[in-house]
T-cell receptor, first 115, second 113 residues
Framework: AQKVTQAQTEISVVEKEDVTLDCVYE???????LFWYKQPPSGELVFLIR??????QNEISGRYSWNFQKSTSSFNFTITASQVVDSAVYFC????????????FGKGTSLLVTP | DGGITQSPKYLFRKEGQNVTLSCEQN?????MYWYRQDPGQGLRLIYY???????QKGDIAEGYSVSREKKESFPLTVTSAQKNPTAFYLC????????????FGQGTRLTVV
């Protein structure tokens, strides 16, 4: 069985603050893939990143960074110097190599960035 | 431009009526998916298809049906057997390797009255 847990339902920060969105996963597959998606108010999910289970190197893309730790089964997402445009729902998702071909999503974290 | 088109964006139906949601992609992707999104529930998989003329049930397939007669199209029918059809429905596609990122449409918000 696969499971993705995003314990933070809603987060509210003031612009320019840093914020970390937590993601904890469970899978029995030894090879798996983790994803983060952003859902702005328009509704469409926007792909942010994919990470393979055998690559624990952290990644930074502009103000976004991801911390993947297999030891704690976590794949956390940090936004540095948040902006109002970052307000959205963020989903963490998982595909196991032996568990089908569709994304298993967490319940999402709603981020509100206020001026 | 390449992408996924879902139509309509908003849909209203009377209880007991079947309704079909459209999903078209021009990304030449083999795999297509339907998800349902409810407040606080995240996205749950309804059906997916890895190739034309083949599809598989997801976690919440009861009350739904699909077809995949063309690579570009994966329509979803919400039948009268679906007990709580009011939801936001998202269609997605991926290159079909199983590990490629999925691209999503803008969704259809279905309201049954």
């Amino acid at each position: 069985a696969q499971k993705v847990t995003q314990a933070q339902t809603e987060i509210s920060v003031v612009e320019k603050e840093d914020v970390t969105l937590d993601c904890v996963y469970e899978t029995r597959d030894t090879t798996y893939y983790l994803f983060w998606y952003k859902q702005p108010p328009s509704g469409e999910l926007v792909f942010l990143i994919r990470r393979n289970s055998f690559d624990e190197q952290n990644e930074i893309s502009g103000r976004y960074s991801w911390n993947f730790q297999k030891s704690t089964s976590s794949f956390n997402f940090t936004i540095t110097a948040s902006q109002v445009v970052d307000s959205a729902v963020y989903f963490c998702a998982l595909i196991g190599s032996n568990s089908g071909y569709a994304l298993n999503f967490g319940k999402g974290t709603s981020l509100l960035v206020t001026p | 431009d390449g992408g996924i088109t879902q139509s309509p964006k908003y849909l209203f139906r009377k209880e007991g009526q079947n309704v079909t949601l459209s999903c078209e992609q021009n990304l030449n992707h083999d795999a297509m998916y339907w998800y349902r999104q409810d407040p606080g529930q995240g996205l749950r998989l309804i059906y997916y298809s890895q190739i034309v003329n083949d599809f598989q049930k997801g976690d919440i397939a009861e009350g739904y049906s699909v077809s995949r007669e063309k690579k570009e199209s994966f329509p979803l029918t919400v039948t009268s057997a679906q007990k709580n059809p009011t939801a936001f429905y998202l269609c997605a596609s991926s290159s079909g390797t199983g590990i490629a990122e999925a691209f999503f449409g803008q969704g259809t918000r279905l309201t049954v009255v």
